[in-house]
């Protein structure tokens, strides 16, 4: 019978972006509607969706071998497991979320000390308790099924809650007086798997793919000709990961250079290449970089 890792992948508003994240990786997975088993097209590995805040608790108990899902969620669960890699990528940015305390905005609460007596409302019942205790603070911490923001301030006096812009925050009318924890997507496993010398190997396969596309994710590709006297010009003006390639281009006096750069310096930065003598430049998009 054929080995196999099974992984959990969080299901809801993290799907697309991790979907897309597993193509870039090499990964092609379906799903069929209302599924929670989808394909992927490596016979090596199971997919199974889930929230997000039921992974952690799910690796630990080896239910499943691994999964991704945020580092808030695996202290939530106080889940002991390993950590294979920090993916930083989120719903809608690659910024991290955050855990934060809020109140509403013509609140008289200022810090944490002031929640003295007060209720607060989370999903993360177990992190905010834990947050109370080191600052001293005794208050009610009830577990929120939703749409949280709103419950400040007719129903409690704060919340601790995830954001990652703070739109939502922002149009609640809140102001945020601590962030508790900054948290990214982890790629975790259970001890067991661990130890496993075929799961362990097609984890830390997969987390170099994982990573790559991510590496790759904000930058591109770019190549051009120039003359070789136009060379030491252009590379005061070219940034690059490391050093470009330069190549002589055959029976001419003429060089090939490319390079990976950030793709936002690319807009600026191509008219002062071609100022430069730079010629045919061509920038194209990457799937992986692997240092």
Known sequence: ???KL??????????????????????????????????????EIEVVLMRAQEIPRYVNEGVLDA??????????NEADVVEVANLAYSKQTNNPIRVVLAVSEYSDIQTVKDLEGKRIATELVRLTRNYLKKNGVTASVEFSYGATEVKVP????????????GSSLR?????VIDTLLES??????????????????????????????LRADSKVGLKMNLPKDKLDDILTILPAMKHPTVSQLINSDWLALETILD?????DLIPSLRRAGAQDIIEYPLNKVIP
């Not at 697309?16 to 092609?28: D, M, V």
């Not at 999964?67 to 939530?76: H, K, N, Q």
């Open 67 to 76: 999964g991704l899902s945020g580092l808030d969620w695996i202290l939530e």
């Open 263 to 267: 793709e936002k310096q690319v807009r």
């Open 171 to 175: 149009a609640n009318k809140l102001k």
């Open 6 to 43: 099974r992984l959990g992948l969080p299901k809801g508003s993290l799907q697309e972006s991790t979907f897309q994240l597993f193509k870039r990786a090499g990964f092609n997975i379906s799903v069929r509607s209302r599924s929670y088993f989808p394909s992927i097209d490596d016979p």
């Open 1 to 3: 019978m054929q080995k």
């Open 184 to 213: 990214t997507t982890r790629l975790h496993a259970n001890k067991q798997a661990w130890d496993d010398p075929f799961k362990k190997e097609k984890l830390q396969n997969l987390a170099v793919l994982l990573l790559g596309a």
């Open 154 to 165: 007719h129903l409690v006096d704060a919340i601790v809650d995830l954001t990652e812009t």
